[in-house]
T-cell receptor, first 113, second 112 residues
Framework: NAGVMQNPRHLVRRRGQEARLRCSPMKGHSHVYWYRQLPEEGLKFMVYLQKENIIDESGMPKERFSAEFPKEGPSILRIQQVVRGDSAAYFC???????????FGSGTRLTVV | GENVEQHPSTLSVQEGDSAVIKCTYSDSASNYFPWYKQELGKRPQLIIDIRSNVGEKKDQRIAVTLNKTAKHFSLHITETQPEDSAVYFCAASKDTGNQFYFGTGTSLTVIP
């Protein structure tokens, strides 16, 4: 089992560009969560998805951010028109239905220049 | 919503000593409390967790205690080793499938 796979590991974008972050959950996991970690801070919840459904997006900024988890393929976190304040590590986690625990991916470190 | 506070933010101990990190939570409905270890530039990794129907759980040198009445839980690391140096995060969750509310982290340094 390859674990939770995130790519790219590092992403550099200029202000105003779009960033697309991908997450493939562990085999058998149907729940995907996205968290953001600012430098030297804790992890902040962004969104919780199941296949083709957004279950909880209470942590997502209202503008420029969107997430999806299609029937086929990885979950995508999309940030449009990136700004310097979007620079952070974005972690994806997955879990099985009915289980409490998460497994985190290695993260995507987004740098906006 | 839930609010998780974690103390201390930094902790230095001599190798072989014990380390204790404490967290408090606000929502009495929270019933699952994991602890994650994050080494520099790496993913958070689950090291131990506890459910609200249990007061203490131990795994080798690591233990977690939970006081539901006081709404606090603690991580205890005994016989610390340099490889225990990392940032530790506590978290609280209400149910399966719910988001985790994380503390702000404790940077632990074990001095050889």
């Amino acid at each position: 089992n390859a674990g939770v796979m995130q790519n790219p590991r590092h992403l550099v974008r200029r202000r105003g560009q779009e960033a697309r972050l991908r997450c493939s959950p562990m085999k058998g996991h149907s729940h995907v969560y996205w968290y953001r970690q600012l430098p030297e801070e804790g992890l902040k919840f962004m969104v919780y998805l199941q296949k083709e459904n957004i279950i909880d997006e209470s942590g997502m900024p209202k503008e420029r951010f969107s997430a999806e988890f299609p029937k086929e393929g990885p979950s995508i976190l999309r940030i449009q028109q990136v700004v310097r304040g979007d620079s952070a590590a974005y972690f994806c986690a997955s879990s099985q239905w009915g289980y409490y625990g998460y497994t985190f991916g290695s993260g995507t470190r987004l740098t906006v220049v | 919503g839930e609010n998780v506070e974690q103390h201390p933010s930094t902790l230095s101990v001599q190798e072989g000593d014990s380390a204790v990190i404490k967290c408090t939570y606000s929502d009495s409905a929270s019933n699952y409390f994991p602890w994650y270890k994050q080494e520099l530039g790496k993913r958070p990794q689950l090291i131990i967790d506890i459910r609200s129907n249990v007061g203490e759980k131990k795994d080798q040198r690591i233990a977690v205690t939970l006081n539901k009445t006081a709404k606090h839980f603690s991580l205890h690391i005994t016989e610390t080793q340099p490889e225990d140096s990392a940032v530790y995060f506590c978290a609280a969750s209400k149910d399966t499938g719910n988001q985790f509310y994380f503390g702000t982290g404790t940077s632990l340094t074990v001095i050889p």
